[in-house]
């Protein structure tokens, strides 16, 4: 399975292009993720915003490795896509998942629980 369509790869585009000159300021936007990626065998999930428009394979959203201490931050899809868990299963795209809130909203959650939950 791709880990992102193309149609998922241009809304995460989007989505960096206009964070690109708000980043670091207030006026940063708080989007819901656009893709829930996570590994069948390991317990790790992403929830991802954004790209970098300047380096597509950087991806921004809530990073979970499962290990109890979820944040926000960038990760490489390229990394991603080499990812296996204990029984070698690769990093699957979430094909049901239906955000229902903002991500800082799923990171306070995160945060507070130890875990992503979606």
């Known amino acids: 399975m791709q880990l992102l369509t193309q149609d998922l790869r241009d809304k ?4 960096g292009r206009q964070q690109q000159p708000l980043r670091g300021t207030s006026d940063e936007i708080d989007f819901v993720p656009v893709v829930k990626l996570f590994t069948p065998d390991a317990g790790a999930t992403w929830l991802l915003t ?3 428009p300047d380096d597509p ?4 959203g809530l990073c979970d490795l499962g ?3 979820p944040e926000l931050g960038s990760v490489s899809l390229a990394e991603l896509a080499a990812v296996r868990g204990r029984l070698g299963l690769p990093v699957e795209r979430d094909l049901h998942f239906q955000p229902n809130r903002t991500l800082s909203a799923y990171a306070d959650i995160a945060q507070r629980d130890g875990a ?3």
């Open 12 to 15: 995460l585009l989007a989505n």
């Open 50 to 52: 954004e790209m970098d």
């Open 57 to 60: 394979d950087i991806a921004f």
């Open 67 to 69: 290990v109890g201490s």
């Open 116 to 118: 992503t939950r979606t």
